[in-house]
């Protein structure tokens, strides 16, 4: 078999039971040890105590792996120089037997081979700033693979319009939850426009369902606010962001190590306050995900 089902994972599916997609890119290249570690359990208990079993998705040894024990997490977590696995990668993380993580593209990919039908992450990838053509992959398989993805909007410290044009123009819904206006990740309202608000989990639910009976071969967005205890102020986001994106430039870094190198920056910039709210936002998430699987 292609995937590796750990067994309450495998038992969950089988018997119809609710199951969240987690990536793991999160662990190996969003946050330092062993903070990784720790959110990533985190969001796990998150989903557990919601009433979904979770489903955290990585590449080992070659192997694509649906559910990590807490010793793989461990492992991972503390790995180094591993692959961010899109889908471009993905044939060449199991066909060389590599031990990869998956972005929110790849967890679509592999949630979607697993029959799983809703994720939750932190933020998507986007457009970058000041570079209109360098568009993550995680847009175009929100065009092309039916799982719905729960999130706190893109990263803030991309182009959010740009990144709207794009998800429109791949056919994307996205959807508030609670909130009538795009999340900015650290921050609770970019002040730009969703497609629909929705206030519960059944409301979710009723919108992934219909998208299934159209047969509809696109993701649906999920926008959740980061909780307010620990959002950042806009302006403050706002000014970090802008002299780690300048800092970026100057050094000549590019591509897929622009987005590292910015938020890293971002948090030392915030004294860890972007970190702090990039934590309660991916538990948040999990446990909506996880609320919103139990109604499907």
């Given at each position: 078999m292609l995937l590796d089902f750990a067994p309450q994972v495998h038992d969950a599916l089988r018997t119809n039971k609710p199951v969240v997609a987690l990536e793991s890119t999160l662990i190996t290249h969003g946050l330092p040890y062993p903070t990784n570690r720790d959110t990533a359990l985190a969001m796990e208990a998150a989903v557990r105590d919601s009433g979904a079993i979770p489903a955290t998705i990585a590449?080992?040894?070659g192997k694509i792996t649906v559910g990590l024990s807490e010793t793989q997490v461990e492992s991972l977590a503390q790995a180094k120089n591993v692959r961010k696995c899109s889908r471009r990668d993905l044939p060449i993380a199991v066909g060389l037997g590599e031990t990869a993580a998956t972005t929110v593209a790849?967890?679509?990919?592999?949630?979607h081979m697993a029959g799983i039908n809703i994720f939750a992450t932190g933020g998507i990838g986007g457009v970058h700033r000041g570079h209109p053509f360098?568009?993550?992959?995680?847009?175009?398989?929100?065009g092309r693979t039916p799982v719905a993805v729960v999130c706190s909007g893109a990263k803030s410290i991309l182009d959010l319009p740009l990144t709207l044009e794009v998800l429109e123009t791949n056919g994307v819904p996205l959807l508030g939850y609670q909130t009538s206006t795009l999340p900015a990740f650290y921050t609770r309202d970019s002040g730009l426009p969703i497609d629909a608000q929705v206030n519960t989990a059944s409301e979710a639910a009723s919108v992934i369902r219909a998208a299934q009976k159209l047969n509809a071969q696109h993701g649906i967005l999920i926008?959740?606010?980061v909780p307010e205890n620990e959002a950042l102020a806009a302006e403050i986001a706002e000014k970090a962001i802008l002299q780690a994106t300048e800092e970026a430039e100057s050094q000549g870094i590019h591509g897929k190590e622009v987005t590292p190198f910015v938020l890293g920056r971002v948090v030392e910039l915030t004294d860890g306050k972007s970190m702090a709210a990039n934590q309660a936002l991916l538990i948040n998430n999990a446990r909506v995900a996880a609320e919103i699987a139990s109604q499907l």
């Amino acid at each position: 078999m292609l995937l590796d089902f750990a067994p309450q994972v495998h038992d969950a599916l089988r018997t119809n039971k609710p199951v969240v997609a987690l990536e793991s890119t999160l662990i190996t290249h969003g946050l330092p040890y062993p903070t990784n570690r720790d959110t990533a359990l985190a969001m796990e208990a998150a989903v557990r105590d919601s009433g979904a079993i979770p489903a955290t998705i990585a590449i080992l040894n070659g192997k694509i792996t649906v559910g990590l024990s807490e010793t793989q997490v461990e492992s991972l977590a503390q790995a180094k120089n591993v692959r961010k696995c899109s889908r471009r990668d993905l044939p060449i993380a199991v066909g060389l037997g590599e031990t990869a993580a998956t972005t929110v593209a790849g967890t679509m990919i592999v949630a979607h081979m697993a029959g799983i039908n809703i994720f939750a992450t932190g933020g998507i990838g986007g457009v970058h700033r000041g570079h209109p053509f360098d568009v993550s992959a995680d847009l175009i398989e929100l065009g092309r693979t039916p799982v719905a993805v729960v999130c706190s909007g893109a990263k803030s410290i991309l182009d959010l319009p740009l990144t709207l044009e794009v998800l429109e123009t791949n056919g994307v819904p996205l959807l508030g939850y609670q909130t009538s206006t795009l999340p900015a990740f650290y921050t609770r309202d970019s002040g730009l426009p969703i497609d629909a608000q929705v206030n519960t989990a059944s409301e979710a639910a009723s919108v992934i369902r219909a998208a299934q009976k159209l047969n509809a071969q696109h993701g649906i967005l999920i926008t959740v606010a980061v909780p307010e205890n620990e959002a950042l102020a806009a302006e403050i986001a706002e000014k970090a962001i802008l002299q780690a994106t300048e800092e970026a430039e100057s050094q000549g870094i590019h591509g897929k190590e622009v987005t590292p190198f910015v938020l890293g920056r971002v948090v030392e910039l915030t004294d860890g306050k972007s970190m702090a709210a990039n934590q309660a936002l991916l538990i948040n998430n999990a446990r909506v995900a996880a609320e919103i699987a139990s109604q499907l």
